[in-house]
């Protein structure tokens, strides 16, 4: 499990806009399943699951108007990972995840009308890499990664 709060400030270069945020998000999950090929290889497979929320502000010292946002959504998922050794995690490795996300979002603009999308959308992980021991305690892993999101925003 995995939690992560935190509160944010920030000024843009001009100093005309300042903006303040307050964000959360839970993540878990766990292995579910495990099999081998081979006498010394490993394949794990599990879930997982989150929620987020965030919130902010954004006021324009020259206007004097703020403007309001939000998001809030869950998530759901499946990983898998492959070790060549299980025991010493030496040699290939390929690690995957596939999640799908369905949020709500909103802004409102002082003196405008505000809009909220609900924003859904799939993506995924696929990472492979090589570790191998330079000495007992020093290794090298060269590894790659290939990330995809997509998914539509629909205004409401």
Same mark, same amino acid.
């Given at each position: 499990m995995r939690q992560l709060a935190f509160r944010?400030?920030? #000024? /843009? /270069?001009?100093?005309q806009l300042q903006m303040r945020g307050n964000s959360y998000v839970i993540q878990g999950?766990?292995? $579910? &399943? *495990?099999? %081998?090929?081979?006498? %010394?290889?490993?394949? @794990? $497979?599990?879930?997982m699951a989150g929620y987020g929320y965030s919130s902010g502000n954004t006021h324009s010292a020259k206007t004097h108007y703020d403007a309001k946002n939000s998001v809030h959504g869950y998530s759901a998922g499946a990983y898998a990972t492959w070790y %060549? #050794?299980?025991?010493?995690? *030496?040699?290939?490795?390929? /690690?995957? &995840?596939?999640?799908?996300? &369905?949020l709500r979002a909103s802004v409102n603009g002082e003196g405008l009308v505000g809009e909220s999308y609900d924003i859904r959308g799939l993506s995924g992980s696929l990472e492979s890499g090589y570790r191998h021991p330079l000495s007992p305690r020093v290794f090298i892993? =060269? %590894?790659a990664q290939a990330i &995809?999101? @997509?998914? =539509?925003a629909t205004r409401k």
């Amino acid at each position: 499990m995995r939690q992560l709060a935190f509160r944010s400030h920030a #000024n /843009d /270069d001009s100093g005309q806009l300042q903006m303040r945020g307050n964000s959360y998000v839970i993540q878990g999950g766990g292995e $579910v &399943w *495990n099999g %081998q090929f081979g006498e %010394q290889d490993r394949l @794990g $497979v599990g879930i997982m699951a989150g929620y987020g929320y965030s919130s902010g502000n954004t006021h324009s010292a020259k206007t004097h108007y703020d403007a309001k946002n939000s998001v809030h959504g869950y998530s759901a998922g499946a990983y898998a990972t492959w070790y %060549q #050794n299980a025991k010493s995690v *030496n040699g290939l490795y390929v /690690d995957s &995840w596939l999640q799908y996300s &369905w949020l709500r979002a909103s802004v409102n603009g002082e003196g405008l009308v505000g809009e909220s999308y609900d924003i859904r959308g799939l993506s995924g992980s696929l990472e492979s890499g090589y570790r191998h021991p330079l000495s007992p305690r020093v290794f090298i892993t =060269p %590894q790659a990664q290939a990330i &995809w999101s @997509g998914g =539509p925003a629909t205004r409401k």
